[in-house]
């Protein structure tokens, strides 16, 4: 069955096209730095922002139209499946995710859960052979349902923790069978609402517990995919455990779980941490930790996650530079966790938003690229640091230096050799460099 009549493959028509149905910038073939952009961005799309957001909020039923809302129950599930696929080759994005909640309903046991998984993901799998798209990642929902509402790894009952590990193991099978590159652990009620109720170091200690035990079993099951962890500050949890990309390192490392874990950082979710998205790409990147990108943005004027499409061209640029100069992605890839705005409630609105940042994201890649093949950046940075290449500074790299040398070169009493830091020159370049390309 067709879901999106009247919609032909979207197709690469160049910047001066007038038809909001073609890309711009996002040529999957185009080159930029012997790659790809298709291998580069390795783009997928969100199932549930996609297939089951309706458009609700607090205030407010659901605005979508979506000719599978017609259905219910496993009957849906199975629509969805089909408009996934439908959605997928006319975009030509390579990739999708899921949770498990979001590909087939709950049933009233665990064991009828697992049936209707069983089913869809048999569907999944035709559906993936059929038209060769693949799966990024998936995950386990652990939040939703009322079950979770003091955490699931870190739950103070520990029959909610059994039926956590039961879920995250259900879902590392369902991993193995389609072949997921990737397996997100996202802990949104792994946190506290007050300390006066909480054992902090028991609920880490117990989150670690989870992870080896995933860990443990991904590999009695021959199941390799990378495992990532996606930090988030705040909501819904008060304060989550999993805050930024530094502090989930820091909760890596404690457990000696460096080597297994690489992030899942998310843009909406750096913002709420008060960082920028760039930031936390560099923080997993300089600790071999960056694995997978999920492509938003947030507004600044609200405080929380609305998980907008990203069109900033600013922020994916910077985007692109940190995870070019890192070396790429690898098994990861930038994964549209964005949904449409209430008011764009229509059908062909998945497509517009979807093509918008696609191309922001081509956009930053080729912008990035320019700079890092004329060193903007690189340069004023290497000039900012050349005193560490010579003298006391090579000294002090080296290890050669020590506080009774550096204490008698600085009884010299020499001129201190600061030098602008061209903040304002490199902003310039950067607003020449993106608008050129």
Known sequence: M????????????GRDTDNPLAFRHYDPKQVVLGKTMEEHLRFAAAYWH???????????????VRPWDRFSGMDLAKARVEANFEFLEKLDLPFFCFHDRDIAPEGDTLQETNRNLDEIVA???DGMKSSGRRLLWNTANMFSNPRFTHGAGTAPSADVFAYAAAQVKKGLEVGKELGAENYVFWGGREGYETLLNTDMGFELDNLARLYRMAIDYAGEIGFDAQFLIEPKPKEPSKHQYDFDAATTLAFLQKYGMQDRFKLNLEANHATLAGHTFEHEIRVAAINGALGSLDANQGDLLLGWDTDEFPTDLYATTLTMYEVLKAGGLGRGGVNFDAKVRRGSY????????????????????????????DRVIDGIVEERYATFKQGIGADIVSGKATL???????????????RSGRLEQIKAKLNEVIYRV
Not at 2 to 13: K, M, S, V
């Open 50 to 64: 996609t297939f089951t957001a309706d458009g609700s909020d607090p205030f407010g039923k659901g605005t979508a």
């Open 123 to 125: 569907l999944l799998k």
């Open 346 to 373: 229509e059908l062909d609105d998945l497509f517009i938003a979807h093509i918008a940042g696609m191309d922001s994201f081509a956009w930053g890649l080729k912008a990035a690229a320019k700079l890092i093949e």
């Open 404 to 418: 009774a040398s550096l204490e008698q070169y600085a009884l010299q009493n020499n001129p201190m050799n600061n």
């Open 2 to 13: 067709a879901y999106f009549n009247g919609i032909n493959r979207i197709q690469f028509e």
